[in-house]
């Protein structure tokens, strides 16, 4: 099972902010947090990932609680091509190599 | 976007049959993995690969067979083909595997239907 919860769907209206939630209260500290998304009926696109701290990149920026039990996912200025689910991802350790166990992800709804 | 290749992208096969699908990288990435996307369960992890005939079994790797010959091919294997594997299929490649960081570059998938 995923060791992630997130909401089953969002909205957000285009050229806002759209903030994503995950829970991840079992994270181990040698984890790392991942997202990707998937748009319809592509394969999985890669995010962005971190440890500890905020980490921005040209897509998003990722925000880390202090006790890494939860992260947000923040597209800064959505538009409608960033309609997908979004999956929050805990690197398993231990497991297959490489190993990334997608949950039911978030269903971002990007309208105009 | 990653060079990774999947085909074919769709098959119609009938039950008790052999089916194969490719996965083709042009990355020179060392592990390559497939997975099986079906409603409800996200994507789960069929086999992975951590090198030229270096192969592992995943979450559901029951009725698939994979070999990997050369670094940028990577194939999937069902024997005898059931209904229950109807599904999309997905390749994944990626540099560094246990180690981290470890991003995963998708393909595009193939669908395929077992009557």
């Known amino acids: 099972d995923a060791k992630t919860t997130q909401p089953t769907s969002m909205d957000c209206a285009e050229g806002r902010a759209a903030n994503l939630p995950c829970n991840h209260s079992t994270i181990s500290g040698n984890e790392y947090v991942y997202w990707y998304r998937q748009i319809h009926s592509q394969g999985p696109q890669y995010i962005i990932h971190?440890?500890?701290n905020n980490e921005t990149n040209e897509m998003a920026s990722l925000i880390i609680t202090e006790d890494r039990k939860s992260s947000t996912l923040i597209l800064p200025h959505a538009t409608l091509r960033d309609t997908a689910v979004y999956y929050c991802i805990v690197r398993v350790r231990g497991g297959s190599q490489g190993n990334l166990i997608f949950g039911k992800g978030t269903k971002l709804s990007v309208k105009p | 976007d990653a060079g990774i290749t999947q085909s074919p992208r769709h098959k119609v096969t009938e039950t008790g049959t052999p089916v194969t699908l490719r996965c083709h990288q042009t990355?020179?990435?060392?592990?390559m993995y497939w997975y099986r996307q079906d409603p409800g369960h996200g994507l789960r992890l069929i086999h992975y690969s951590y090198g030229v005939k270096d192969t592992d079994k995943g979450e559901v790797s029951d009725g698939y067979s994979v070999s990997r010959s050369k670094t940028e091919d990577f194939l999937l294997t069902l024997e005898s083909a059931t209904s229950s594997q109807t599904s999309v299929y997905f390749c994944a490649i990626s540099e560094s595997g246990d180690s981290d960081p470890n991003e995963q570059f998708f393909g595009p998938g193939t669908r395929l239907t077992v009557l």
């Open positions: 971190g440890l500890k």
């Open positions: 990355e020179n990435h060392r592990y």
